[in-house]
């Protein structure tokens, strides 16, 4: 009882600390009340808190795979996700028709381990991932598949994961820049050597005070009224072959006009991607995915609601924690909007799929409450939460952009000496088309042809900010290059590379920006990672027989972490030795 009371306590002040805008540092925290300063004193001494050498904040696709590469290399690692829904953007958001990376020497490390525990799952049930996009060479697979296989591959490694719980302070270590310990909404406070932001919004970035991008803008001269990627929430639906009564629309969703989405796609129209609308099974096969339920069959029964007429427009406001209910309640409605259409307009028999196991307390605990009863039955099973494109980015040692990453037929990307990680998709820049004035960028449209870009290791650093990696959506990258890193299998990639960072700067007792870029790539080689746009690893070198050998391997129980024996340098940024 007195730890609860404490802990209650505890929260209470660093609400306090935030509502009052008193920038929080650790043993250094100013203008605070002598009462509070004493109990937060007390508290610490108390031991609020566990050792860890990485802590990784975002349990998705970069989290996950960032927790993962640092447990093989033996750290002490502990995963905080915000939600219960293990996977982010891919499974807890429902967007799992990957996005890039398909085949060949791009399908690499830790992505090509999970999807080739995809593609054998499967298999086994006699269904193919080839079923979204139009084409039989892309990856697709149900949320809770792959939901399941991410949990088991951090279950395999004794991985904690820390559920329902977001940074809400970050203290610095005395006299420095160095992150060195953060409270999360849960009233644990954890310290760890390193931290990665692998989180949906870059709430940690946010948090800790680290300069950042926010749409067009560099903190802390942010625009809150300045766009973003359009927003989306998405839904899975299937065809029932008895749907159940209470998955049956009684009343149509406030709000519900039939015009809104006939132009979108009806029972019969175009069979042609730039022309609206579609057919249905044309629009089936956009975001379609095996159905696990019906095994040994090419019947197209389940599909995701991804597509531009369930977007909705967010501005930089909309990534404070304040601000992000009443958006993720008026995207649900227009999401359910469209669930209804299809019901009443286009087949009876299809509506939310229960398959996902979306109804979790996560889920049940962030209802709208202004839903009927009827429509919060359906939102027990939409995903857990929303697509978000466009995070809270830092403000790297280098920012990525287009000019870096545009290829087309006779134009490569950019190289660096220091890449740590692919992708190949193009620059999506999904609404909202303001540039960063800062990175005279041009906008070429997207890329063409599939060529592989490189992400370097410097887009990954503070400028300043010690103790903190970014990885997926939060990497240093501009707003047009985020459309093309934003994706599942570049996020797992950029997750595996920060995994390394962390692990070395643990292992060799440094901070991330002092790690020598050359370190991590003879890491991912060991990994058979391929990081530079030439291959050095080719698909044969990693066939899936092999690679679930090559990834498990054997630890030590790692022991609780002292910091007695760190050392700190004095200067606030060193450069990498790298020019690029």
Known sequence: ATTEIYTSLFVG??????????NAEYMGIQEMEKTRLIMLCSLIAFGFGYDFDIIVVGGGEAGVSAALQARWMGMNVALVEESDY?????????????????????????YKNFTDKIIEYYKKIGRSVGVCYWSNKTICFEPKVGENI??????????????????VATFLLKNTKRVHKVLFSNGKLLDAKVFIDASEYGDLIETSNVKHRAGN????????????????????????????????FNSPPPGYNVNDWKGTVQRTGSEEINKYPWSWNFFKQYRGMPDS????????????????????PINVSSLEKDNRFDLICSAKLKTLQFVYYIQKEINSSWSLSIDEEYNTTYNLGNGCPNFTPELKVFEMFMPVIPYIRESRRLYGLFTLSAN????????NARQFEDSVA?????????????????????????????????????????????GLIAAGKTLSVSRLTNGATRNQPVSML??????????????????????????????LDKFKVNYKASPKFRYEDFLPQQSSLFFKQPQPQPQPVSYTHLTLPTSDLVQISVVA
């Not at 293990?86 to 399908?107: K, L, P, Q």
């Not at 991410?150 to 940074?167: G, H």
């Not at 870096?404 to 134009?411: A, H, K, P, V």
Request: aromatic share 6%; with cysteine; net charge negative.
């Open 217 to 248: 803008r560099i903190s802390p001269d942010l625009n809150n009224s300045g766009c973003l990627q359009l927003f989306t929430y998405n839904a899975i639906v299937k065809h029932y072959q008895k749907i159940p009564s209470w998955l049956v």
């Open 150 to 167: 991410l949990r088991r591959m951090l279950q395999d490694e004794d991985i904690p994961i820390l559920e329902n719980a977001v940074p």
């Open 293 to 312: 339920s019906r095994p040994n069959t090419d019947e197209l029964t389940k599909t995701g609601i991804n597509i531009a007429a369930n977007d909705i």
């Open 86 to 110: 293990i996977g982010g953007m891919m499974t807890a958001s429902g967007v799992s028709s990957m996005d890039g990376n398909y085949e060949g020497f791009h399908r690499t490390g830790i």
């Open 13 to 22: 002040s660093f609400r306090w600390v935030q509502e009052t805008g008193i």
């Open 404 to 411: 870096d990453t545009y290829r087309n037929d006779s134009r």
């Open 422 to 466: 692919i992708g190949d998709y193009e620059e999506d820049l999904h609404g909202c088309p303001d540039l960063e004035p800062d990175l005279n960028e041009i906008n070429y449209g997207p890329s063409k042809g599939r060529k592989p870009f490189e992400i370097p290791m410097r887009s990954f650093i503070p400028q300043t900010a010690d």
């Open 494 to 523: 950029t997750g595996q590379a920060a995994g390394v960072i962390a692990a070395l700067a643990v292992k060799n007792n440094e901070h991330p920006r002092d790690v020598n870029p050359k370190e991590v790539q003879n890491v």
